[in-house]
């Protein structure tokens, strides 16, 4: 109305749009005073008149019994609200356009009283809503509960909202002449003038929602540290974040939104997302107000980490969590959320690394590494988007970072390494294990790095279901060294042939002594280890039979079905499996050499990473293999054996006394003599 009519708003103070609220003990009365557009009589009657009469009781009455709280937000549902915590309302109003100021008041019996007020003071303009408490309600009469519910609800309403706050403090006042003769008659004649401290309590309008709404400003005109303070206040956090992103959106659903990377993850962080209690993220506001912070759904779980804030004008103020799950424009909402959380973690990736004007790489010395930071807090909620969210697979594999057999402890990623791949090399070689140096020496891969492949090391558990759901990228297949048909450079078939005949008899035979065996071939991977075991390309490898047999709810049927035969794997080349093949052409009915044959591959089974089905049998055989090699004739333990201890040899006395005599002190020259 001041737009057309700037005498709407009146002069001084009046002019100022605000809201003050105050409380009185005494009358267990609350007070909300706002300098808006106020109600005339015709006002009165005919809204909050017709709510008195049509539906306070029967909100009440529904309230009570559990009622829909999608209500909230309709049109007087609101006011019903009041009648939740008060058992008398009085609503003192005056509208520019009525030359009197009036008192609505009612009890929720469905009736009202509107009377001309002479009482009160002028309100000037606006409307004072006075809510007299029930009396199991008087926990609103508290300050720090009224400081609390604005801070909650409308710390970024762009009007002051003032709460009338006790201060107390101590402050000097001259002592009465009466009391000050008493005290010069007993300490004597003093003409300085007589003091004493006294408590003061007055009362202060103090502004509660002094936090800016700074998402309402374009991203340009706020300052990084504006970005950091607003964060602090919203998350409570003293460190400052990791990244943020301000946007915002247009089409079926417009909002505008602050999202933040925190530094440090919280403890439990996917446990708790999405469980009852739990920290929400996000907070959804509509037209600045807040509506909750409980909506799962505005972020898929594994963006969980993300804080900040989404504001929407589009929004209903009634809007539910129920609403928003059936409507549109939560799927909007979500997408654009999502994407622009990507785009934030690309770039923050992207800004890590970068380029010189001549092209050299730049020493990370230079450049603050806040993406290793983020990889070391959160690189699991990455991966486990990649198997949660098939949409945006292909953006989060980009965000991957990893250690590998080229690059030491640094990390890098996958476009990275496809730019170092060798010339021809059609596949993304990787290992699964359970720690680094597993992977650093596993036969798997001997020639694979003796040739100048570079394999990537996976060590955490989930990353064996991320390369299930991540199949390629770049138009590169990705290959695990572990499993069988790995095929690594040039090979020439015909001299291939040739050694699988030379090795047929020692490959069968191994294979009929092994139930566990399936297949025994000669390797194309090994290069100094005598044999290796590798799995069928579905199965599961050795480091995926470890995680899923330490599954506490683990189905042994499942098991049984995944667990794929082994592999053996043996290099043509290595003297222990020359001499295997010798000893298996004159003479394979030797129980020695079976004996060495299961032990072998028991050992290659260790060392591939999978566990012995019985150690103690691998015990017992290895026991037996000692037995030969040291020449113990029975390993039978004799009770009765009597242990070889060395014989002292005895001391006559004239050497004992010679022994004391080089210890005496008159003896000065017994060092020398020694």
Same mark, same amino acid.
């Given at each position: 109305?001041?737009?057309?009519?700037?005498?709407?708003?009146?002069?001084?103070?009046?002019?100022?749009?605000?809201?003050?609220?105050?409380?009185?003990?005494?009358? @267990?009365?609350?007070?909300?005073?706002?300098?808006?557009?106020?109600? *005339?009589?015709?006002?009165?009657?005919?809204?909050?008149?017709?709510?008195?009469?049509?539906?306070?009781?029967?909100?009440?009455?529904?309230?009570?019994?559990?009622?829909?709280?999608?209500?909230?937000?309709?049109?007087?549902?609101?006011?019903?609200?009041?009648?939740?915590?008060?058992?008398?309302?009085?609503?003192? *109003?005056?509208?520019?356009?009525? !030359?009197?100021?009036?008192?609505?008041?009612?009890?929720?019996?469905?009736?009202?009283?509107?009377? #001309?007020?002479?009482?009160?003071?002028?309100?000037?303009?606006?409307?004072?809503?006075?809510?007299?408490? &029930?009396?199991?309600?008087?926990?609103?009469?508290?300050?720090? &509960?009224? @400081?609390?519910?604005?801070?909650?609800?409308?710390?970024?309403?762009?009007?002051?909202?003032?709460?009338?706050?006790?201060?107390?403090?101590?402050?000097?006042?001259?002592?009465?002449?009466?009391?000050?003769?008493?005290?010069?008659?007993?300490?004597?004649?003093?003409?300085?003038?007589?003091?004493?401290?006294?408590?003061?309590? /007055?009362?202060?309008?103090?502004?509660?929602?002094?936090?800016?709404?700074?998402?309402?400003?374009?991203?340009?005109?706020?300052?990084?540290?504006?970005?950091?303070?607003?964060y602090k206040t919203l998350t409570k956090d003293f460190k400052?974040?990791?990244?943020?992103?301000?946007?915002?959106?247009?089409?079926?659903?417009?909002?505008?939104?602050?999202?933040?990377?925190?530094?440090?993850?919280?403890?439990?962080?996917?446990?708790?997302?999405?469980?009852?209690?739990?920290?929400?993220?996000?907070?959804?506001?509509?037209?600045?107000?807040?509506? %909750?912070?409980?909506?799962?759904?505005?972020?898929?779980?594994?963006? !969980?980490?993300?804080?900040?804030?989404?504001?929407?004008? %589009?929004?209903?103020?009634?809007?539910?969590?129920?609403?928003?799950?059936?409507?549109?424009?939560?799927?909007?909402?979500?997408?654009?959320?999502?994407?622009?959380?990507?785009?934030?973690?690309?770039?923050?990736?992207?800004?890590?690394?970068?380029?010189?004007?001549?092209?050299?790489?730049?020493?990370?010395?230079?450049?603050?590494?806040?993406? *290793?930071?983020?990889?070391?807090?959160?690189?699991?909620?990455?991966k486990l988007g990649i198997i949660d969210d098939s949409m945006?697979r292909s953006r989060l594999a980009k965000l991957l970072r990893?250690?590998?057999?080229?690059?030491?402890?640094?990390?890098?990623?996958?476009?990275?390494?496809?730019?170092?791949?060798?010339?021809?090399?059609?596949?993304?070689?990787?290992?699964?294990?359970? !720690?680094?140096?597993?992977?650093?020496?596993?036969?798997?891969?001997?020639?694979?790095?003796?040739?100048?492949?570079?394999?990537?090391?996976?060590?955490?558990?989930?990353?064996?279901?991320?390369?299930?759901?991540?199949?390629?990228?770049?138009?590169? %297949?990705?290959?695990?060294?572990?499993?069988?048909?790995?095929?690594?450079?040039?090979?020439?078939?015909?001299?291939?042939?040739?050694?699988?005949?030379?090795?047929?008899?020692?490959?069968?035979?191994?294979?009929?002594?092994?139930?566990?065996?399936?297949?025994?071939?000669?390797?194309?991977?090994?290069?100094?280890?005598?044999?290796?075991?590798?799995?069928?390309?579905?199965?599961? %490898?050795?480091?995926? #039979?470890?995680?899923?047999?330490?599954?506490?709810?683990?189905?042994?049927?499942?098991?049984?079905?995944?667990?794929?035969?082994?592999?053996?794997?043996?290099?043509?080349?290595?003297?222990?499996?020359?001499?295997?093949?010798?000893?298996?052409?004159?003479?394979?009915?030797?129980?020695?050499?079976?004996?060495?044959?299961?032990?072998?591959?028991?050992?290659?089974?260790?060392?591939?990473?999978?566990?012995?089905?019985?150690?103690?049998?691998?015990?017992?055989?290895?026991?037996?293999?000692?037995?030969?090699?040291?020449?113990?004739?029975?390993?039978?333990?004799?009770?009765?054996?009597?242990?070889?201890?060395?014989? /002292?040899?005895?001391?006559?006395?004239?050497?004992? #006394?010679?022994?004391?005599?080089?210890?005496?002190?008159?003896?000065?020259?017994?060092?020398?003599?020694?």
């Amino acid at each position: 109305m001041a737009l057309t009519d700037k005498s709407a708003l009146g002069e001084g103070d009046e002019a100022n749009l605000d809201v003050h609220v105050s409380v009185d003990k005494e009358k @267990r009365m609350i007070s909300i005073r706002d300098k808006g557009i106020g109600m *005339t009589k015709s006002h009165l009657i005919d809204h909050l008149g017709t709510i008195a009469k049509s539906g306070t009781a029967a909100f009440l009455d529904t309230m009570a019994s559990g009622g829909d709280m999608s209500m909230i937000g309709q049109f007087g549902v609101g006011f019903y609200s009041v009648y939740l915590v008060a058992d008398h309302v009085e609503v003192v *109003t005056k509208n520019n356009d009525d !030359s009197s100021q009036w008192i609505w008041e009612s009890k929720a019996d469905g009736a009202f009283v509107v009377t #001309e007020d002479k009482e009160n003071e002028p309100l000037g303009r606006g409307t004072d809503i006075r809510i007299y408490l &029930k009396e199991e309600m008087l926990e609103y009469l508290e300050e720090s &509960k009224l @400081r609390q519910l604005i801070t909650t609800y409308s710390e970024f309403i762009q009007f002051p909202i003032y709460l009338e706050v006790e201060k107390t403090e101590y402050v000097e006042v001259e002592i009465p002449a009466d009391e000050a003769e008493d005290d010069e008659a007993e300490e004597g004649e003093d003409s300085a003038p007589k003091t004493k401290k006294v408590k003061e309590v /007055t009362q202060e309008w103090e502004q509660i929602n002094s936090n800016k709404a700074i998402w309402l400003r374009t991203p340009k005109d706020v300052e990084e540290e504006e970005y950091n303070t607003f964060y602090k206040t919203l998350t409570k956090d003293f460190k400052d974040p990791l990244a943020h992103t301000h946007f915002s959106a247009e089409g079926d659903v417009e909002f505008k939104a602050i999202l933040y990377v925190p530094e440090e993850a919280p403890p439990q962080l996917f446990n708790d997302a999405g469980t009852e209690g739990a920290e929400r993220g996000l907070k959804l506001y509509v037209r600045r107000v807040f509506i %909750s912070d409980e909506f799962d759904e505005l972020l898929p779980k594994y963006l !969980s980490f993300v804080k900040g804030l989404v504001d929407s004008d %589009s929004l209903p103020l009634n809007v539910s969590r129920e609403q928003l799950q059936q409507s549109s424009s939560l799927k909007t909402i979500k997408k654009k959320l999502v994407r622009k959380v990507l785009d934030m973690l690309r770039k923050m990736a992207d800004d890590e690394m970068y380029e010189d004007d001549e092209g050299e790489e730049a020493s990370t010395d230079e450049v603050e590494m806040k993406y *290793t930071k983020f990889w070391e807090q959160y690189g699991k909620a990455i991966k486990l988007g990649i198997i949660d969210d098939s949409m945006n697979r292909s953006r989060l594999a980009k965000l991957l970072r990893f250690r590998t057999s080229e690059m030491g402890s640094d990390i890098t990623s996958l476009e990275e390494y496809v730019d170092r791949m060798k010339e021809g090399q059609d596949n993304i070689y990787y290992l699964a294990c359970s !720690s680094i140096d597993e992977c650093a020496t596993s036969s798997s891969t001997e020639r694979l790095i003796k040739e100048g492949y570079e394999v990537i090391y996976f060590t955490d558990p989930i990353d064996e279901y991320v390369m299930q759901q991540l199949t390629e990228f770049e138009d590169k %297949s990705f290959q695990n060294a572990s499993k069988e048909n790995l095929k690594v450079g040039e090979q020439d078939a015909a001299l291939a042939s040739k050694i699988k005949d030379l090795y047929k008899p020692l490959t069968k035979w191994w294979k009929d002594i092994s139930d566990d065996i399936d297949t025994v071939k000669i390797s194309q991977r090994l290069t100094s280890s005598p044999m290796t075991v590798v799995t069928s390309k579905y199965g599961w %490898s050795a480091n995926m #039979e470890r995680i899923m047999s330490a599954q506490a709810l683990g189905s042994d049927t499942q098991a049984s079905y995944m667990k794929s035969k082994k592999t053996l794997e043996i290099n043509a080349k290595h003297p222990v499996i020359i001499a295997m093949l010798d000893k298996v052409n004159s003479d394979s009915a030797d129980p020695v050499l079976r004996r060495q044959a299961t032990i072998l591959y028991e050992n290659a089974l260790l060392e591939s990473g999978f566990a012995l089905a019985d150690p103690k049998a691998f015990s017992e055989r290895l026991l037996a293999t000692m037995q030969d090699g040291l020449g113990v004739s029975s390993m039978e333990v004799d009770d009765g054996y009597e242990f070889p201890f060395p014989e /002292t040899p005895e001391i006559d006395a004239a050497d004992e #006394e010679d022994a004391t005599d080089l210890n005496g002190e008159d003896n000065v020259n017994a060092h020398d003599d020694l």
